[in-house]
Nanobody, 123 residues
Framework: VQLQASGGGLAQAGGSLRLSCTCSRRTCSNNGMAWFRQAPGKERETVAAINWNGGSTYYLDSVKGRFTISRDNTKGAVYLQMNSLKPEDTAVYFC?????????????????WGQGTLVTVSS
């Protein structure tokens, strides 16, 4: 399985970016998916996660109300709409496919990782 992430780039504080991630295999539609991020010198953390049908989601407290995760199973894709961006959102963002249909924040329960896309937010 290959995950292709796109949509990263440079944004000003208060701006928006939309990340997209496409799964190469249709079976991804049966699995939970998530976005993680890793800033320089910091641990990788779960930003948002979504179960297989989009009926249940998780958000990191610091992004609640600003970020929205969604998916389109007809395209094997997961998205992360990021609004009101802050400099502290600067990180490499990774999409991931969980082992099960539920969402997860545990890296040990992730089956596949995307290559990462850099998001830089300037103040």
């Amino acid at each position: 399985v290959q995950l292709q992430a796109s949509g990263g780039g440079l944004a000003q504080a208060g701006g928006s970016l939309r990340l997209s991630c496409t799964c190469s295999r249709r079976t991804c539609s049966n699995n939970g998916m998530a976005w993680f991020r890793q800033a320089p010198g910091k641990e990788r953390e779960t930003v948002a996660a979504i179960n297989w049908n989009g009926g249940s989601t998780y958000y990191l407290d610091s992004v609640k109300g600003r970020f929205t995760i969604s998916r389109d199973n007809t395209k094997g894709a997961v998205y992360l709409q990021m609004n009101s961006l802050k400099p502290e959102d600067t990180a490499v963002y990774f999409c991931a496919v969980a082992r099960s249909a539920a969402w997860t924040t545990q890296r040990s329960l992730i089956n596949y990782w995307g290559q990462g896309t850099l998001v830089t937010v300037s103040s």
